[in-house]
T-cell receptor
C-alpha cells in the first residue's frame, strides 16, 4: 500500500523561472488537495480536486499558479514567473471521498521549493 | 480571528510521561471536524486522530486521545507514555462542513521534544 508521492522532493530555481510539481495520490482516492507551508507555519490550503474537476481554490492561488488533474489520477502544480515569496514546502494530500464527514486527508512528503 | 490557535510554540516532556498539547478553535458552523497531525523533521504530515463535532465520546487512537470540550471550543491532544520518536511538530486542524468545504485550516503548531 503506497502512500501519496510527490516529485521532485527539492527544487531550486531562479526568480522568474517556471516550475512544475507532480503529485500521485493513494490509488482509488478520488480527492486531491494542494497546500503550501512556509517556515514556522501550518499548511495553508491552495486548491482541491474531485476526480478531474477543480472544485475549490483559495485566494492564495494567484494567477501565476495553475493546477491540473487531467485524468483524475496524478496532479501537477505549476508556478509561473516564480518569486522569492513562493519559497515554501508544497504539500499534496488525497482522501477517499467515499462520503461521510471524516474523509481523512493523507499527505505526501512535500516538495521544497527555493527561489533564488 | 484565528480559526485554530495553538498557544504552545514548544513543549518538553520526559520519556514515558504524558503530555497535553492545546488547541482552541473558532467556527460558526454546527458541523465540523478536528484533526491532529504529526510532522517529523522529514516533513511528511502524519494523521493521528479525528474528532467530529457531534461525537459524544472523546476520540482515542492507541497512545493518542483527544480531550474535546465543545462548549470551550477546545480539542487538546493527549499523548500518553511519551517515546523519543514522538519528538516532532504537532498540528491541530479543522474542517468546517456546513458549506461542503473540503479545506483543512491548520494552527501554527507545537514542537514537542521528548527527553530521555
Amino acid at each position: 500500500d503506497t502512500g501519496v508521492s510527490q516529485n521532485p522532493r527539492h527544487k531550486i530555481t531562479k526568480r522568474g523561472q517556471n516550475v512544475t510539481f507532480r503529485c500521485d495520490p493513494i490509488s482509488e482516492h478520488n480527492r486531491l488537495y494542494w497546500y503550501r507551508q512556509t517556515l514556522g507555519q501550518g499548511p495553508e490550503f491552495l486548491t482541491y480536486f474531485q476526480n478531474e474537476a477543480q472544485l475549490e481554490k483559495s485566494r492564495l492561488l494567484s494567477d501565476r499558479f495553475s493546477a491540473e488533474r487531467p485524468k483524475g489520477s496524478f496532479s501537477t502544480l505549476e508556478i509561473q514567473r516564480t518569486e522569492q515569496g513562493d519559497s515554501a514546502m508544497y504539500l499534496c494530500a488525497s482522501s477517499l471521498g467515499s462520503g461521510g464527514n471524516t474523509d481523512t486527508q493523507y499527505f505526501g512528503p512535500g516538495t521544497r521549493l527555493t527561489v533564488l | 480571528a484565528q480559526k485554530i490557535t495553538q498557544t504552545q510554540p514548544g513543549m518538553f516532556v520526559q520519556e514515558k510521561e504524558a503530555v497535553t498539547l492545546d488547541c482552541t478553535y473558532d467556527t460558526s458552523d454546527q458541523s465540523y471536524g478536528l484533526f491532529w497531525y504529526k510532522q517529523p523533521s522529514s516533513g511528511e504530515m502524519i494523521f493521528l486522530i479525528y474528532q467530529g463535532s457531534y461525537d459524544e465520546q472523546n476520540a482515542t487512537e492507541g497512545r493518542y486521545s483527544l480531550n474535546f470540550q465543545k462548549a470551550r471550543k477546545s480539542a487538546n491532544l493527549v499523548i500518553s507514555a511519551s517515546q523519543l520518536g514522538d519528538s516532532a511538530m504537532y498540528f491541530c486542524a479543522m474542517r468546517e462542513f456546513d458549506m461542503g468545504r473540503r479545506a483543512l485550516t491548520f494552527g501554527s503548531g507545537t514542537r514537542l521534544q521528548v527527553q530521555p
